[in-house]
């Protein structure tokens, strides 16, 4: 989906402490902490760059199969 026009995109960084890289994922935050457990408390959503977005994925590989399917 494109943006409106004239809309700015945003500049949101990386949730994770340490990181500053811009975020391409947003995740909700209980999901994001069954990766990481040292996030920041407040909000709904955790914006992840691309590798924190790949270590959450790869963690949680697991558990989202069995709950597709199912199990």
Not at 25 to 31: F, K, Q, T, V
Not at 49 to 63: D, F, G, L, N, P
């Amino acid at each position: 989906m494109s943006s409106p026009e004239g809309a700015e995109p945003t500049a949101d960084v990386c949730l994770v402490p340490g990181c500053g890289e811009p975020a391409v994922r947003h995740l909700a935050l209980a999901e994001a902490r069954r990766a990481f457990d040292d996030l920041p408390e407040g909000g709904r959503r955790a914006p992840l760059c691309k590798a924190h977005y790949r270590v959450w994925k790869k963690a949680t590989k697991e558990s989202r199969t069995l709950a597709r399917l199912g199990r």
